[in-house]
């Protein structure tokens, strides 16, 4: 039987990750004790890598795809020896959102730094060393980059004038008392292959099936289905009020006289949009939930 070896995040991305396959339709099993993750499919075998070294796996043959962040597959495309990746689809999640995470240039509040270039002959600490070398190197300003092997916050000004550290919220960064002066870079998870193992049909259709439904999944995070029935007479008022992906559902029921609608919307806008819908006559309104949207 073909298999497919795909690694996934260890770390800071290893739950949403597990909760994303699971709107899509895979359940993984993860035990403390292992690495090796058990799913409900007999033709994909996991494995958790930390998502700094999955791209070199993957680009190495060891793996034959594994999602990771644009971050870490920057920082060994900088490297020497590095490979090529092919990319599969671009997957907007991180830890805490559906949404894309930087990696910025920080100085501690009270520090005379207001820009990249006022930082040469400094030292930064980060744990995106190569990316951020090639940052500073594009802007032409000189630095000593250290690796940091983590709480990366607390090393300025006493072990590094600056940081290169990833955020969402901002949230650690300023409780650190620490200001942002530029972004170095976004980023967002991303499912990437072996080229080689691209040109395995089986395993090319395999991912590009993967791909639709985790897009999918991502795609109605935040999303609902809403049905209501209303009085042919009372239609176009009832459209006017409701958003939709593209154009709502409108089918006739047995009784001519009514039809039924059905679409897609912003979960945060039924509060608001429920009661203007029973105002326009609409009857039987019904919300559910969505795990994926194919557009």
């Known amino acids: 039987m073909s298999l497919l070896k795909l690694g996934l995040p260890k770390g800071s991305l290893q739950d949403a990750t597990v909760q994303l396959f699971a709107r899509a339709g895979f359940n993984v099993y993860v035990s403390s004790r292992s690495y090796f993750p058990t799913i409900d499919d007999p033709e994909i075998s996991c494995m958790l890598i930390r998502a700094q070294e999955i791209a070199r796996y993957v680009a190495d043959g060891i793996l034959d795809a594994g999602l990771t962040g644009q971050d870490w ?3 060994y495309a900088a490297g020497p020896g590095s490979r090529p990746l092919t990319p599969i689809a671009d997957l907007i999640y991180a830890k805490q959102s559906f949404g894309r995470v930087r990696w910025v240039l920080a100085v501690p509040d009270d ?14 600490a980060t744990e995106l060393v190569r990316a951020t070398q090639s940052y500073f190197s594009r802007l032409g300003v000189g630095v000593n980059v250290e690796f940091s092997w983590g709480a990366t916050e607390v090393k300025p000004p006493v072990l590094a004038d600056a940081i290169v550290e990833v955020t969402e919220t901002g949230s650690s960064l300023r409780a650190n008392r620490l200001r942002i002066i530029d972004t170095v870079m976004e980023s967002n998870t991303q499912l990437i292959a072996n080229p080689q193992s691209l040109a395995d049909p089986w395993k ?4 590009d099936q993967l791909a639709l439904l985790l897009r999918a999944a991502i795609q109605a995070h935040g999303r609902v289905g809403l049905m209501l029935n209303v009085r042919r007479t009372d239609l176009q008022g009832v459209l006017s009020l409701l958003p939709a992906l593209q154009r709502p559902t ?14 897609v919307i912003e979960e945060c806008t039924v509060r608001q949009l429920m009661p203007s819908l029973k105002a326009a006559r609409a009857e039987g309104i019904v919300e559910y939930p969505l795990n994926k949207i194919v557009l």
């Open 73 to 75: 597959i920057a920082e």
């Open 111 to 124: 520090s005379p730094f207001q820009k990249p270039s006022d930082l040469e002959g400094r030292t930064i």
């Open 204 to 207: 090319q259709s395999k991912l």
């Open 250 to 263: 409108v089918a006739p029921l047995s009784d001519d006289g009514w039809v039924a609608v059905n679409t």
